[in-house]
């Protein structure tokens, strides 16, 4: 059979959003914590440091966890419980202290304050005075509230992006609410936070509707987007993120940043998820004669699908070859591709619908240039259905031939 763009996106998801997924992501970090505040600061932190490549922020963040936290998040930011600390309302700098009952129990001097100032680099762009600057943002919020929820619903109206924007706005990697950032760091904590009965994302938060929630937006997700058509700004920015994630509140209307999965999905497989069916694929089944075989009985085959698949991410992996090699002051000649690309329609199941309507000569709505391209290519992978289809029956034939001997 063939699938169309939702179908992909529905299956892809599907098989990616599973316990599995927290082995290879950053979300890995905050996993390991059952404690809320724990689970609250490990999550920001790493979505603090969730740039560059995804093995730089895990080990990165693992670093922190284990290095700087020493697994114990809460109690890095706010400090160790001791006895007559400076803290404490009743310090006395020229007491003895002969028993703990003698004193005032309060917070001691938390470490990262001796980061305050510091030069020295921490990760990527970040010093240790930027992580100074976060840990004290932190410690506020702790200080005044049970937990990072409460501390954004005290905060004025506004979506909750808005609302942690504005608690932690002067913090260097915070976009703040004028940016014209896509806020990925940002929106990617909000889906751990607030997405229920997921087996990757927390659900803790009740502040945030799932259905409210923005997609994380980076320039890998931008250009799966582009590839797909679900998008056609070519600026990552916030509006972006939201153009595509309204796109797929048309997919998981009650969930539209489930589409996050789908399109790491699709860019770690380049397009080639097996597809999630309980129906039995036809090539599976009792074999037809290649000649009672009809076009439309082709077009329904996997092996069509994956031969269409090929030939489209050969022709396009040549056209994005051929960009890369132009020189700066060159552009590349128009070609009826790039608006196929633009429109979704080189994904491979949205191709495989449109072929079949080329065929029909049903309306596309596509110019005579680019009904030609998808019935050259098309016929190309169907040619090499039919030499694969045909090879297989001889194989069937002779094999039979022989069992009879």
């Known amino acids: ?31 390991r914590y059952d404690s809320r505040v724990n689970i609250e600061i490990s999550a920001f932190v790493t979505a603090w440091i969730a740039w560059g490549s995804r ?52 917070y001691d001097v938390p470490q990262w304050k001796q980061y305050k100032g510091s030069k020295e680099n921490f990760y990527r762009t ?75 994302d927390f659900g803790l938060w009740t502040i945030c509707d799932p259905r409210n929630l923005i997609i994380p937006l980076d320039t890998h997700v931008h250009k799966q987007a582009l590839r797909l058509g679900l998008v056609k700004r070519r600026t990552p920015d916030l509006q972006t993120a939201i153009e595509i994630t309204d796109r797929f509140a048309e997919i998981f209307p009650d969930d539209p940043t489930k589409g996050d999965f789908a399109l790491f999905g699709y860019g770690v497989n380049n397009g080639k998820v097996p597809p999630v069916t309980a129906e039995p694929e036809p090539e599976k089944e009792q074999p037809t004669a290649v000649a009672d075989l009809s076009i439309a009985d082709v077009l329904k085959m996997r092996l069509f699908y994956d031969n269409a698949a090929a030939e489209v991410r050969e022709i396009w992996e040549s056209r994005e070859k051929a960009r890369k090699e132009l020189k700066a002051t060159e552009r590349l000649k128009a070609h ?23 065929l029909d000569k049903r309306e596309t709505k596509l110019s005579r240039a680019e009904r030609d391209v998808i019935h050259i290519i098309g016929m190309t992978a169907f040619n090499k259905t039919m030499k694969k289809l045909i090879a297989d029956e001889k194989a069937r034939n002779n094999s039979d031939g022989d069992n009879k001997q």
Not at 7 to 31: C, G, M
Not at 95 to 104: C, D, L, P
């Open 1 to 31: 059979m063939a699938y169309t763009l939702n179908d992909n996106l529905k299956r892809w998801a599907e098989q990616y959003e599973t316990a599995e997924f927290i082995q290879s992501d950053p979300v890995q970090i905050p996993h």
């Open 55 to 106: 093995k730089q922020i895990i080990q990165k963040a693992d670093f922190i966890d284990r290095e700087i936290f020493k697994g114990e998040p809460y109690h890095y930011i706010m400090g160790n419980i001791v006895f007559n600390s400076r803290f404490s309302p009743d310090y006395d700098p020229n007491a003895t202290i002969k028993g703990k009952s003698e004193t005032i129990g309060c």
């Open 126 to 200: 970040f010093t240790y005075a930027d992580f100074h600057d976060l840990c004290a943002r932190l410690f506020d919020v702790y200080s005044k509230f049970e937990n990072m929820e409460k501390a954004l619903q005290a905060q004025p109206g506004g979506r909750p992006l808005e609302q942690l924007q504005r608690l932690f706005g002067d913090v260097k990697g915070v976009p703040d609410m004028e940016t014209k950032s896509g806020c990925k760091r940002l929106c990617m904590f909000l889906r751990w936070m607030c997405r229920h009965g997921s087996p990757v």
């Open 336 to 358: 009826p591709i790039d608006g196929l690309h633009n429109a979704g329609l080189l994904e491979p199941g949205e191709f495989v619908v449109t072929f079949a309507k080329v």
